[in-house]
T-cell receptor
Framework: GESVGLHLPTLSVQEGDNSIINCAYSNSASDYFIWYKQESGKGPQFIIDIRSNMDKRQGQRVTVLLNKTVKHLSLQIAATQPGDSAVYFC?????????FGQGTTLQVKP | DAGITQSPRHKVTETGTPVTLRCHQTENHRYMYWYRQDPGHGLRLIHYSYGVKDTDKGEVSDGYSVSRSKTEDFLLTLESATSSQTSVYFCAIGTAISNTGELFFGEGSRLTVL
């Protein structure tokens, strides 16, 4: 089964609010994590990554938090915009392969 | 956008027929991957390549074979398609074995096996 675990399948937020998308992983030895965004009909697109020796990394409007103690990863999107509506996947690198979670759909309400 | 082209983008075929999907890259990246995406399963790795003629299996490789005779092309073949192989297939490329850099994905190939 999936080693990167479940999440809330759909998250609905108001435009302008902050969004938090969560992901649990089960492989303690995973050393690298990535968040991808997938818009309808397109391939996944890289958002941000983080290595296991870090607990936080910030990008433009996005922040990834890693809690290795509880094997939890989160993606925070500041001031969510309609263009952020998509499916978001976390992925972990385990033994040299990227393993993806099932994804969370983010819906942004105007 | 990374230079990745998948072909065909859409295909409908019948059970038992052979199917080949092509991934072409213009980035000269060493690593290439084939994933399938199904509802409830996310993206699952089928096969990957770490160089010309160097390939390895992923987590769902049964029923699939791959070939990489040139850096720029990675072919995925279904020798005898089954309905369970109806899916969206994504090719991805990367500069490393995934722990030092991102993967760039193609636009996907939707395969329907009747």
């Amino acid at each position: 089964g999936e080693s990167v675990g479940l999440h809330l399948p759909t998250l609905s937020v108001q435009e302008g609010d902050n969004s938090i998308i969560n992901c649990a992983y089960s492989n303690s030895a995973s050393d690298y994590f990535i968040w991808y965004k997938q818009e309808s009909g397109k391939g996944p697109q890289f958002i941000i990554d983080i290595r296991s020796n870090m607990d936080k990394r910030q990008g433009q409007r996005v922040t990834v938090l890693l809690n290795k103690t509880v094997k939890h990863l989160s993606l925070q999107i500041a001031a969510t915009q309609p263009g952020d509506s998509a499916v978001y996947f976390c992925a972990e690198n385990f033994t040299g392969k990227l393993i993806f979670g099932q994804g969370t759909t983010l819906q942004v309400k105007p | 956008d990374a230079g990745i082209t998948q072909s065909p983008r859409h295909k409908v075929t019948e059970t038992g027929t052979p199917v080949t999907l092509r991934c072409h890259q213009t980035e000269n990246h060493r690593y290439m991957y084939w994933y399938r995406q199904d509802p409830g399963h996310g993206l699952r790795l089928i096969h990957y390549s770490y160089g010309v003629k160097d390939t390895d299996k992923g987590e769902v490789s049964d029923g699939y074979s791959v070939s990489r005779s040139k850096t720029e092309d990675f072919l995925l073949t279904l020798e005898s398609a089954t309905s369970s192989q109806t899916s969206v297939y994504f090719c991805a490329i990367g500069t490393a074995i995934s722990n030092t850099g991102e993967l760039f994905f193609g636009e996907g190939s939707r395969l329907t096996v009747l």
